[in-house]
């Protein structure tokens, strides 16, 4: 889940060498007037960078999904925007959390370091707090002895598994360091519990429930772990076939807007330089850059052909911008 984050972190790390470097290491380079745009580009990026990241660590932070223990609420390839100040902050996961606003709630889908694995993220939702009774009966949740409705979970298997079971698969493919998937005792796929929620924790379920490496088989979520709530999905990812038939289909578009242009502008109205007397934005000039859209667009659409294009722009439509419920 972080791809978005890993790429800024680099970008701002080379960056901020690059200004070590011109400012200790090269002053004349960075005091010469002719250098002034190249240094212009790179104060701004750096900056921009170190905003990004500054807005990241305390507001919004991008995330990826990579597995599908959470469909067909999120889905392989969404990327998603995570809240991350409603539930106030912890330094390095380690300390009580401070600035909370509010507490994560039954139904909130949290994003947290993976307590078995601190190098990893992992995003479920929440279906215990502090003092609540859980008990998993034949793929059915109930909390405090009441049985819960939850239309956003989904069983891929069919049938029950026994208590005591070893489940050899999990969603996450995260494979537990105390023991093989399921081998604990009680922690099956199907049948769990009753387990109290102790003070300061939550306890955690994937919406796949067949499929979902959580709170049944590693415990119970410390809150000083949870890194915020899912809120935003931003884009869905498109196979490179899909990705560059739409590629294709806006250089297409842009080509009709060129060639509009190149039909009604006329030269009298065009700026002038002094080499060409039709100015950078002549007719002809616009006629050769719609054509060499047209030639892009072509390429690209025959290259990739659109046999799959109209499914998945209709799931890229159906879910970008889609708040995380």
Known sequence: MENLNTVLYIAAGVLTVVQAILRLILPSFRK?????????????????????????????????????????????????????????????????????????????????????????????????????????????????GVKQEEPFAKHDSPGVEPRGYKVLYSGDQQPDPDGPLGEKKDATRDNFGP???????????????????????????????????????????LDNGSFFALAGFGAAAVFILLFVLAIIQKPTNLPKTGNDPGGSMSPKGLLFSAILCLAVSAVLLFWTGTYDFKENLSLLSSRIFTVVR
């Open 32 to 144: 010469n007037p002719a250098n002034a745009g190249i240094i212009e580009t790179i104060d701004s990026l750096w900056v921009a960078m170190i905003v990004a990241l500054s807005l990241k660590a305390v507001l919004l932070q991008p995330f990826t999904i990579p597995s599908g223990s959470m469909e067909d609420t999120l889905q392989i390839g969404d990327y998603i925007l995570v809240k991350k100040y409603e539930f106030g902050y912890s330094l390095l996961n380690k300390t009580a959390r401070f600035l909370q606003f509010k507490k994560p709630q039954k139904g909130d889908i949290l994003v947290f370091v993976y307590p078995k694995d601190p190098s990893k993220d992992f995003i479920k939702r929440c279906r215990g707090v502090a003092g609540d009774v859980l008990e998993y009966k034949d793929k059915v949740l109930y909390v405090n």
């Open 195 to 237: 387990v109290t929620v102790l003070p300061g924790h939550y306890f955690m379920m994937g919406d796949n429930r067949d499929n979902s490496w959580d709170s049944r088989y590693w415990g119970q979520l410390d809150e000083k772990l949870i890194k915020g709530k899912a809120w935003l999905i931003y884009w869905h990812h």
